[in-house]
Every structure is written in structure tokens, then in C-alpha cells.
T-cell receptor
Framework: DTGVSQDPRHKITKRGQNVTFRCDPI?????LYWYRQTLGQGPEFLTY????????KSRLLSDRFSAERPKGSFSTLEIQRTEQGDSAMYLC??????????????FGPGTRLLVL | GENVEQHPSTLSVQEGDSAVIKCTYS??????FPWYKQELGKRPQLIID???NVGEKKDQRIAVTLNKTAKHFSLHITETQPEDSAVYFC??????????WGAGTKLIIKP
């Protein structure tokens, strides 16, 4: 399967614990995006990378959230001291940028987080 | 900042009829407008997109129209089939910026 993959697919944790999710983009894609989606809503942008550089971060993203893409390939999203309000589907997407044009974002299957 | 409004939130049509979903955007610099389909529990998948240099694009039963002056774009699905039932999201962005998403339209195809 050459699509975007995410791991784990499901995560249940207790409030206050830290969690880390992984995303593997399509191999030739230089852009990688993280979104959060709650039931009945559209994806909410969190952050994105071009290669290893984190170019944009949502103002809604609290300091408890951090993302990395150290070698410009896979990315991790960490949530520290989880809260019940963090329960959501976390989606990763990747695209191949050409200059300044937006290109199709391909989504992974998501990681569903439940904070008890 | 950019805002995208999507209507209706739910649309129920008879199988074989057409469905139209409309979106408006606020940032006149937006130049890329994708539409995604998301089935229950699955990932969003691109079904069609349009750039600001064209007014209409078609792909079999699906078409998108763009009115830059009025800042709105629409998704048209003809000859609807049961497998078209899903949530559809519109989005808008300008070069090198994040996609701004609509709230989604739940499309129900009645047999």
C-alpha cells in the first residue's frame, strides 16, 4: 500500500498521560499536514511541514501539542497531559508541492483518540 | 481570516436525481477549491478540485462550478446512486496556505 499510513489506528488513554502518533506520508510527498476532526465537523488544521521544516501552526494549538518531522519523511504528533477535550480523530495528509500551487492532499486513515 | 460556509448541512435526494452543494468563501485571494467525500469511519478522499483560472470542471457525474466574483463554488452530482451517500466537504485556500474547510454536507440518497 503506497498511501498515507498512520499508527496506531486507535488509542485509549487516561487523562494526564502523554500520547504520540505517527504518520508515514506518500514517499515522494514533501508536504505533510496534521488535522483534528471531531464528530460531525470538518477537519481542523493543526500544523504542516514542508520537508523537515514546520511552516505553519494553528493558533488554536495549545502548547501541549508538538509535532516533528526530523528527516522530512515520517512525522510524529505528541500530546502531553491529555485532556478529555483532546478526544478526536487525528488525521494526517500529504501532498507534493510544486512551487506555490496547492496540490491534492491525500489523507491517512486517522488515529482515533479517546481520553478517559 | 478565511472562512468557508457550506450549505445545506443535510441533503436528501431520490436515487437518480441531482444533488447540489454550495460553498462561499471570504478570502478573495483563494485560488484552490477541492471537494472531499468522507464515508462513515473512513478518510476524506478528493473527488474533484478546481483552480481559480477556470469556471467549471467535470468528471463523469460530478462537476464543480466557481464564481470568483460572488466568491462561491458548488458541487453538482447527477444521476445519484446509493454509493454517493456520504459527508461532502468543500475547502478553499490560497497559494502555500492551509486549506480552510466547510462544515460538511451529509448527503442521503433515498432508494
Amino acid at each position: 500500500d503506497t498511501g498515507v499510513s498512520q499508527d496506531p489506528r486507535h488509542k485509549i488513554t487516561k487523562r494526564g498521560q502523554n500520547v504520540t502518533f505517527r504518520c508515514d506520508p506518500i514517499s515522494e510527498h514533501n508536504r505533510l499536514y496534521w488535522y483534528r476532526q471531531t464528530l460531525g465537523q470538518g477537519p481542523e488544521f493543526l500544523t504542516y511541514f514542508q520537508n523537515e521544516a514546520q511552516l505553519e501552526k494553528s493558533r488554536l494549538l495549545s502548547d501541549r501539542f508538538s509535532a516533528e518531522r526530523p528527516k522530512g519523511s515520517f512525522s510524529t504528533l505528541e500530546i502531553q497531559r491529555t485532556e478529555q477535550g483532546d478526544s478526536a480523530m487525528y488525521l494526517c495528509a500529504s501532498s507534493r508541492s510544486r512551487g506555490t500551487e496547492q496540490e491534492t492532499q491525500y489523507f491517512g486513515p486517522g488515529t482515533r483518540l479517546l481520553v478517559l | 481570516g478565511e472562512n468557508v460556509e457550506q450549505h445545506p448541512s443535510t441533503l436528501s435526494v431520490q436515487e437518480g436525481d441531482s444533488a447540489v452543494i454550495k460553498c462561499t468563501y471570504s478570502d478573495s485571494a483563494s485560488n484552490y477549491f477541492p471537494w472531499y467525500k468522507q464515508e462513515l469511519g473512513k478518510r476524506p478522499q478528493l473527488i474533484i478540485d478546481i483552480r481559480s483560472n477556470v469556471g467549471e470542471k467535470k468528471d463523469q457525474r460530478i462537476a464543480v462550478t466557481l464564481n470568483k466574483t460572488a466568491k462561491h463554488f458548488s458541487l453538482h452530482i447527477t444521476e445519484t446512486q446509493p454509493e454517493d451517500s456520504a459527508v461532502y466537504f468543500c475547502a478553499a485556500s490560497r497559494s502555500n496556505y492551509q486549506l480552510i474547510w466547510g462544515a460538511g454536507t451529509k448527503l442521503i440518497i433515498k432508494p
